[in-house]
């Protein structure tokens, strides 16, 4: 389905007008755009994985002391990362499923601490202002400036939350920065490019024999 409203957009028509007007060159040569085709995902499917992969290794790179506003960038990258490689699934290795499940299993992680910060945000506000932020209009809106027992109760657990999740973070985290996961991106990359070759092998081997 992404790949259906990726070529919807155009965009696919776009980059294949570019390549095809590339692959002229100086000498005119037009390149038909069957011939462009397996050029296209060959360069650009390693280049993109690659790049989105560099970018969350440092990002863990720089976690520092494990701030949630480091994590939930991090979340962010982890969400390209697997948009990327699901993107490209098709034509990568049989090893990307289990790629992409563990960039899953880290966004899933990153993405309930982002939602207990967000939710100790707003509980602190309550407290301290007896409002629930702001309504449509500006305006805040109503909330009660006594203490609550059970709104204290409900934040203390998710603080308690974020911490366990902070905790163990650093372990899945290993399941990226390992060096089977690096293995596995590679394998499945490098099938582009095995099938690239095997399809250049089978148009030689059919030219030869129309000669």
Same mark, same amino acid.
């Given at each position: ?9 155009g965009k696919y028509d776009r980059l294949l007008a570019d390549l ?35 970018? @969350?290794? *440092?990002?863990? %790179?720089? +976690? $520092?002391? !494990? =701030? ?34 563990? @960039?899953? *299993?880290?966004? %899933?992680? +990153? $993405?309930? !601490? =982002? ?97």
């Open positions: 389905m992404r790949v259906r409203r990726y070529l919807a957009k095809t007007a590339f692959g002229r060159g100086d000498a005119g040569e037009a390149v038909s755009e069957i011939e462009m085709m397996p050029l296209k995902t060959a360069y650009l499917a390693p280049v993109l994985i690659y790049q989105k992969l560099g970018l @969350v290794r *440092a990002l863990g %790179d720089r +976690l $520092g002391d !494990l =701030q949630p506003e480091r994590l939930h960038a991090l979340r962010i990258g982890c969400k390209e990362l697997r948009y990327t490689l699901e993107f490209f699934e098709a034509v990568l290795g049989p090893d990307t499923r289990a790629a992409i499940k563990q @960039v899953v *299993a880290i966004q %899933d992680h +990153l $993405g309930a !601490l =982002q939602d207990a910060v967000v939710a100790s945000d707003i509980l602190r506000q309550f407290l301290a202002t007896g409002t629930w932020g702001k309504g449509a209009s500006g305006e805040s809106l109503p909330g009660a400036s006594a203490p609550n027992p059970a709104v204290e109760a409900y934040l203390a657990a998710r603080q308690a939350e974020i911490r366990h999740l902070v905790e163990t973070f650093p372990q899945l985290w290993q399941q990226i920065t390992h060096s089977d996961f690096s293995q596995i991106t590679v394998r499945s990359v490098s099938k582009i490019d095995l099938d690239l070759r095997l399809a250049a092998l089978l148009r030689q081997s059919h030219q030869s024999r129309s000669s």
